[in-house]
């Protein structure tokens, strides 16, 4: 199956999504149109070669790392904050397309634009909020690490991003 990530677009249709969480498919159909406006949130969204359904999707925003954030093991350490970093705010695949890399594929795209971002603004980490300890661990495959004290909350160095080989 081949897959196309595009910026949020109308042009394709939301209405039908599914990925098994309720509050991200109403985010994607309720409210992603609205933080896209408003330019609070970037929303990428995937769909199949010749179809105009959203299959996945991600979206995104700048934050910063405080004092609660903190993981020795990538140099979070306290009396160095705030820390700029992006945070993937969603990420969703629909059910029927799970288990196929889309999600992966979500991901690294995401961190791809981070790395493109970050020649020309300061920023250090990607950070997400997984919804469960399920999505952590998917996120852990793919090299975040999780924060001390806060198991659903992880981090990666966007320095280290290049390195990684997915
Ligand atoms: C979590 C989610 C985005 C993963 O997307 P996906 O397309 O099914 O995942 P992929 O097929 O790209 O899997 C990539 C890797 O992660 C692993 N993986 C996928 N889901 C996983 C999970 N829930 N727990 C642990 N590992 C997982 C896969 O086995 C695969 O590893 P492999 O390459 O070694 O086989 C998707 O299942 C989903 O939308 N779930 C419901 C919504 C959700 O929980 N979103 C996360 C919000 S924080």
Same mark, same amino acid.
């Given at each position: 199956m081949s897959y196309h990530i595009v910026p949020f677009t109308k042009a394709l249709s939301r209405s039908d999504f !599914?990925?098994?969480? $309720?509050?991200?498919?109403?985010?994607?159909?309720?409210?992603?149109?609205?933080? *896209?406006?408003?330019?609070? +949130?970037? +929303?990428?969204?995937?769909?199949? !070669?010749?179809?105009?359904? &959203? &299959?996945?999707?991600?979206?995104?925003? $700048?934050?910063?790392? +405080? *004092?609660n954030d903190q993981s020795i093991e990538?140099?979070?350490?306290?009396?160095?904050?705030?820390?700029?970093?992006?945070?993937?705010?969603?990420?969703? &695949? !629909?059910?029927?397309?799970?288990?196929?890399?889309?999600? *992966?594929?979500?991901?690294?795209?995401?961190l791809s634009s981070v790395v493109q971002v970050a020649e020309k603004v300061g920023i250090e980490f990607v950070i997400v909020d997984a919804l469960d300890l399920d999505a952590a661990a998917f996120y852990g495959r793919l090299g975040f690490s999780r924060l001390e004290d806060s198991p659903l909350r992880l981090v990666i160095t966007v320095k280290e991003v290049p390195r990684l080989a997915w």
């Open positions: !599914d990925c098994g969480k $309720a509050p991200l498919n109403d985010w994607l159909q309720q409210q992603a149109g609205q933080q *896209e406006r408003r330019g609070n +949130t970037r +929303t990428f969204l995937a769909h199949e !070669d010749g179809r105009a359904l &959203v &299959v996945g999707y991600y979206a995104s925003s $700048a934050t910063a790392l +405080t *004092e990538i140099g979070l350490r306290p009396g160095k904050y705030p820390r700029p970093a992006i945070r993937i705010v969603r990420l969703a &695949v !629909d059910k029927k397309h799970q288990g196929l890399g889309l999600g *992966e594929m979500l991901v690294v795209h995401a």
